[in-house]
């Protein structure tokens, strides 16, 4: 419910203009995802040197579908650049609930392919046995939790809704709030945005290791 709630506001505010730090920093949230998903496992470094040849030919216009039509040198770029890294465009403005503008959009596929390439580079030394400690995350900055789309929503409140709507007995209602006041005080914090089932699942494990 947050989640589609921060959608809809982004939509009824319109196409947003990011700034070039906001742009960096979401390029860096990609950086970090790539950077710890192969973190343990890299695999072959060849899987790498592709993965960067690829990057190199949507760089120069070379990549994908885009590279065969007839345009002119820096729109087949751009569409090159989007064919490679949309779909990461697409998930951390998702997770940030965010609806951007065209240019800013260009302009956060170029920071993308770049935070890409590096990533590509520091796997490619981690498949070679080199763990050396990662230069680039104190290089981007993070994306302030102000400029987030992600409305609060209370958990309580939702429980309230529920039994507003449904009408159970008082005594179910007491009972069944002091369980969702517990899960509260358990995560810190009175978000059903940031609720995830990771934490619940560690809700469970804390009951059943104290007996409750």
């Not at 490679?84 to 697409?90: H, L, S």
């Not at 002091?178 to 005080?185: E, G, P, S």
């Amino acid at each position: 419910m947050a989640y589609l709630e921060s959608v809809w506001e982004a939509v009824r505010k319109g196409p947003k203009r990011l700034s070039h730090k906001e742009t960096l920093a979401l390029a860096g949230e990609i950086y970090e995802a790539w950077a710890d998903a192969f973190e343990d496992d890299p695999g072959p470094s060849e899987r790498w040197v592709r993965a960067e040849a690829a990057n190199i030919r949507a760089n120069a216009g070379q990549y994908g579908r885009a590279s065969l039509m007839i345009l002119p040198p820096e729109e087949r770029r751009t569409r090159n650049v989007e064919e490679r890294v949309g779909g990461f465009a697409d998930v951390v403005l998702a997770k940030c609930g965010l609806v951007i503008d065209a240019d800013s959009r260009a302009r956060l596929n170029d920071e993308l392919l770049k935070a890409l390439r590096q990533a590509t580079v520091l796997q490619l030394r981690r498949a070679e046995g080199d763990y050396s400690p990662d230069p680039q995350p104190n290089r981007l900055p993070s994306f302030p939790e102000v400029t987030r789309n992600t409305k609060a929503v209370s958990l309580l409140a939702l429980f309230d809704g529920w039994a507003k709507e449904r009408k159970p007995s008082e005594s179910t209602v007491d009972q069944w709030r002091k369980h969702v006041q517990a899960f509260i005080a358990f995560m810190g914090k009175d978000d059903a945005g940031q609720a995830m089932k990771a934490d619940v699942v560690r809700w469970k494990d804390a009951l059943v290791d104290a007996g409750g």
